[in-house]
T-cell receptor, first 116, second 112 residues
């Protein structure tokens, strides 16, 4: 257990439905990241927050995706009008950003989304 | 961020030492080399990070030659529980967003 939790762990939905995932990072971490991972591939960066500010979004993040971190603590990732291609593992990670070097990111267990 | 190349898969037996080499020819001066481990249905887990020469912790060693164009993750005396995918990443924070760029990783299978 890394201290990063995600909910739900599994989600099955029908195409066209909206889904929302939650991530609770390690409390003292100011940076929070969302990644998506499909079978046989490494995780792909989607977006990241520093405190409550969303500072970067990948072009993978289509208009149907939106992420929030309203109070700089937990974050939500919403997918609207889901498509079968959205089926993947959605991973959240947090870190204490800034400073020298490259800070270790702590990953949650992920939410596995299946779109039927 | 520098691109990395590593073997797609490796096989080993329990008790053996496993060395996984990663190539990163375009590594930048301020880039660090980091390895993550991922078990099925779990998020990646940090193993080790280095900048140059050798770094050792309780689970692995990381060897980085002087030109830093490659690195080798060494796992001593592997067990069945070391069966996982291992990712080599290169990059630096330095005020940037610090998002990680994963490749496909190396799938290590440890056999009894």
């Amino acid at each position: 257990d890394t201290g990063v939790s995600q909910d739900p762990r599994h989600k099955i939905t029908k195409r066209g439905q909206n889904v929302t995932f939650r991530c609770d990072p390690i409390s003292e971490h100011n940076r929070l990241y969302w990644y998506r991972q499909t079978l046989g591939q490494g995780p792909e960066f989607l977006t990241y927050f520093q405190n409550e500010a969303q500072l970067e979004k990948s072009r993978l993040l289509s208009d149907r995706f939106s992420a929030e971190r309203p109070k700089g603590s937990f974050s939500t990732l919403e997918i609207q009008r889901t498509e079968q291609g959205d089926s993947a593992m959605y991973l959240c990670a947090s870190t204490r950003g800034g400073g020298g070097g490259w800070n270790e990111q702590f990953f949650g267990p992920g939410t596995r989304l299946t779109v039927l | 961020l520098a691109k990395t190349t590593q073997p797609i898969s490796m096989d080993s037996y329990e008790g053996q030492e496993v060395n996984i080499t990663c190539s990163h020819n375009n590594i930048a001066t301020n880039d660090y080399i980091t390895w993550y481990q991922q078990f099925p249905s779990q998020g990646p887990r940090f193993i080790i990070q280095g900048y140059k020469t050798k770094v050792t912790n309780e689970v692995a060693s990381l060897f980085i030659p002087a030109d830093r164009k490659s690195s080798t993750l060494s796992l001593p005396r592997v067990s069945l529980s070391d069966t996982a995918v291992y990712y080599c990443l290169v990059g630096g924070d330095g005020g940037s967003q610090g998002n990680l760029i994963f490749g496909k990783g190396t799938k290590l299978s440890v056999k009894p």
